[in-house]
């Protein structure tokens, strides 16, 4: 058996702790080897980002600069349209043929799932590795992920994949969804934005390296009025 790689995307607008805790924490649950931190040039279900490419890639090379078992990954953003994680997975399978991809979802994204462009196609690349949200978000309230709160078609798709144990995703090269808790940081970008959009200060949301780059770039301020 090959590497066993976990793959995290998102907007990363700005990256923070809600982020990256539970990523470290699935890493070391389910012992993976690199966890890939891939941000999207433009997401499918979600607004264009607030600020730049660069920035956002500048902001998780110093999110990560302390170490850890992350990687960035820049090739969403080298790449033109929209970003489909089926395209970024079919490239990395490529790539590495022989490792266990596993793909991170929160548990509101994991929702929306089945109406994801060629999802089956993606689980027949990799497995799904949930993280259930905290709980005051509406979109998932059940911790385990298996109460009604979840559509229909996800909660089908779940009990119809769900592996039992971590040692079940080496028993196949993909196609598996296994829930992983973790500690529940009810951080959120939208949030941050909000706070520097205000005046204030993010310290302890995120690491202090972004928090530095933010205030040295004067991301995410209101812009000065023209005259």
Not at 190 to 208: C, E, F, H, K
Request: net charge neutral.
């Amino acid at each position: 058996m090959g590497q066993r790689l976990g793959v995290y995307g998102g907007t990363f607008d700005p990256v923070h702790f809600g982020h990256l805790r539970p990523a470290l924490e699935i890493a070391a649950a389910l012992d993976l080897d690199e966890v890939r931190l891939i941000p999207c040039h433009q997401s499918p279900h979600r607004d264009a980002p607030v600020v730049g490419d660069a920035h956002r890639l500048a902001m998780l090379r110093c999110a990560v600069a302390a170490g850890g078992p992350f990687a960035i990954d820049d090739r969403e953003l080298r790449r033109a349209g929209p970003s489909y994680s089926v395209d970024t997975l079919a490239e990395l399978r490529a790539e590495r043929p022989e490792a266990r991809l596993l793909l991170f979802l929160g548990g509101d994204a994991f929702a929306g799932f089945p109406r994801w462009h060629r999802w089956a196609e993606i689980l027949e690349l990799a497995h799904l590795v949930i993280s259930p949200r905290p709980a005051s978000r509406a979109a998932n309230r059940a911790a385990d992920l298996a109460g009604s709160e979840l559509p229909e078609d996800a909660a089908a798709l779940l009990a119809e994949r769900r592996a039992a144990c971590a040692a079940q995703l080496d028993a196949q090269p993909a196609g598996r969804i296994f829930v992983q808790p973790v500690t529940q940081l009810d951080i959120s970008a939208t949030q941050i934005r909000a706070l520097l959009a205000a005046g204030g200060d993010p310290a302890y949301l995120m690491p202090l390296a972004v928090r530095d780059y933010i205030q040295q770039h004067g991301l995410y301020r209101p812009q000065p009025s023209q005259r």
